[in-house]
C-alpha cells in the first residue's frame, strides 16, 4: 500500500490573503486592533478604517456573488458578548472559546454553513485582553474533560476552532500565538489546555513559543478522494509534516479524521493515510498523540446553503441515502445509516489500534 509523501518540514505555506480588510471603530480603538493593523500592513493589504462598528454590506446579485465578497473580506472587530460567553462544546472541549469568527477557506462541505448568520465574511476579534482574561472564570468548572476519569489530565480546555481556523489567519493577526503564550506562562488558578483545529501548516511562528504543553493542535486529516472538496487549505502531505514540526517542539497533537465519507476505497486510502502519520511521527520523542473521529453529515439549512455557494459541487448530500438524527432541540441532521456507520466505526477503531496504537482515541461521532 502506497502512503503519501511526507516533507520533513512543511512546503512554501499557502496563506489566505484578503483583498479588503476592514476595521470597525471599536476594533481600531483596541491596543491589540492596532497590532493587527501594523500586520496587515506589512503585507500591503488595503484598509478601511470604519467610522462606527456596522460593516458594509456584502450582497451580491446573487448567494455566490455574496459569498465571493465575503471570503474575499476580512473584517477586525470587537467580539460580541454572545461570544464572551463561554459554553460546553462536546465532545471536544468543556468551552468554547472564540479569537474570530469565520473561515478563509473554501471546503465543499463546510460545517459552518447554517451555523453563522448571514455572509461568510471572516471577523478577527480585537480585544482579546479581554476574552484571555475571561478564561480564569472558567477554570475548574467543565464536564467534558474537568474531572473525568478519561480525560481529567487535561484540565479544563478551551475550543478555539468552533468557528474559525486560528492557524488559517494567524499571519494576519497574532491572535494564536498570543492565546498560546497566554495559556502556556499564566496561572490559570488550575490546570487548562488550550485546543484547535486547522486545515493549514503554517506553523514555524509556533514552534518557539513558551507553550508550555498546554495547547493540543490537532490537524484535520482525510482521505484523498475527499481531499478534493476542501480548497484554499494546506495539502494533505503539507499537514502531517505541521504535525510532526510541532510533535517535535513538544505541543501535544491530535488528529481530527473528518469529514470521514465511504468513498470508493475508503479502506485503502484511510490506511495510506493512518500509515503516512505513523512513519511522520515514529522518530517523535514523548508524542502525546490523540485521534477525533467525526463522519460527514448535513442539514436542510446547511445543504440549501452549500449549493448555492457551490452549485456544481459533486458532494453526496442525498437524503435517501442517510437517516435522520434529531439534537437535542430537535434539529435535524442527515448522518449515514446505521449499518454504515457501523462498519466505519468498526474498520477504523481496528485500524488505529494497528496503526496508531500510542495515539489516544477521544471520540467517534
Known amino acids: 500500500m502506497t502512503q503519501l509523501e511526507v ?3 512543511a512546503s512554501v505555506p499557502r496563506v489566505w490573503m484578503p483583498e479588503r480588510v476592514v476595521f470597525t471603530r471599536s476594533a481600531w480603538d483596541e491596543p491589540f486592533g492596532r497590532s493587527i493593523h501594523a500586520r496587515v500592513e506589512s503585507f500591503g493589504l488595503p484598509v478601511e478604517v470604519l467610522r462606527g462598528d456596522r460593516l458594509p454590506s456584502l450582497r451580491g446579485e446573487d448567494d455566490r456573488a455574496t459569498y465571493r465578497r465575503a471570503k474575499r473580506t476580512l ?37 459552518l454553513a447554517g451555523s453563522l448568520g448571514g455572509p ?6 480585537a480585544n482579546i485582553e479581554e476574552i484571555l482574561g475571561g478564561m480564569i472564570a472558567h477554570v475548574g468548572r467543565g464536564a467534558v474533560t474537568t474531572g473525568t476519569d478519561a480525560r481529567g489530565h487535561e484540565g479544563t480546555t478551551f475550543e478555539a476552532s468552533c468557528y474559525t481556523d486560528p492557524l488559517g489567519l494567524e499571519h494576519l493577526t497574532g491572535s494564536l500565538a498570543t492565546a498560546i503564550t497566554h ?16 486545515q493549514y501548516a503554517d506553523v514555524e511562528r509556533l514552534l518557539d513559543l513558551p507553550h508550555g504543553g498546554r495547547t493540543r493542535v490537532r490537524f484535520s486529516v482525510n482521505a484523498a478522494s475527499v481531499e478534493r472538496f476542501e ?24 488528529l481530527t479524521i473528518a469529514p470521514i465519507m465511504p468513498v470508493d476505497g475508503w479502506r485503502e486510502e484511510y490506511a495510506a493515510l493512518l500509515d503516512t502519520v505513523a512513519a511522520a511521527t515514529a522518530d517523535v520523542p514523548d508524542l502525546d498523540l490523540t485521534t477525533e473521529l ?32 434529531r439534537g437535542k432541540y430537535g434539529a435535524v441532521k442527515h448522518v449515514y445509516p446505521a449499518p454504515v456507520m457501523n462498519e466505519l466505526r468498526s474498520w477504523f477503531e481496528s485500524a488505529l489500534a494497528e496503526r496508531l496504537p500510542a495515539a489516544r482515541y477521544l471520540y467517534w461521532t
Open 7 to 9: 516533507p520533513t518540514r
Open 75 to 111: 473584517a477586525v472587530t470587537v467580539a460580541p458578548p454572545g461570544a464572551m460567553t463561554l459554553r460546553p462544546i462536546p465532545p471536544s472541549a468543556d468551552y468554547q472559546f472564540h479569537l474570530a469568527e469565520g473561515c478563509p477557506a473554501h471546503c465543499q462541505y463546510c460545517y
Open 120 to 125: 461568510p465574511i471572516t471577523r478577527a476579534y
Open 183 to 198: 495559556v502556556g506562562t499564566s496561572d490559570l488558578g488550575g490546570p487548562g489546555q488550550l485546543r484547535f483545529r486547522t
Open 231 to 254: 480548497g484554499g487549505t494546506a495539502r494533505m502531505p503539507d499537514r502531517i509534516a505541521g504535525l510532526r514540526a510541532l510533535a517535535r517542539a513538544g505541543y501535544p497533537v491530535g
Open 294 to 325: 467525526i463522519t460527514h453529515r448535513f442539514t436542510p439549512k446547511s445543504k440549501e446553503i452549500l449549493l448555492g455557494w457551490y452549485p456544481r459541487t459533486q458532494l453526496e448530500m442525498d437524503e435517501d441515502l442517510r437517516r435522520q438524527k
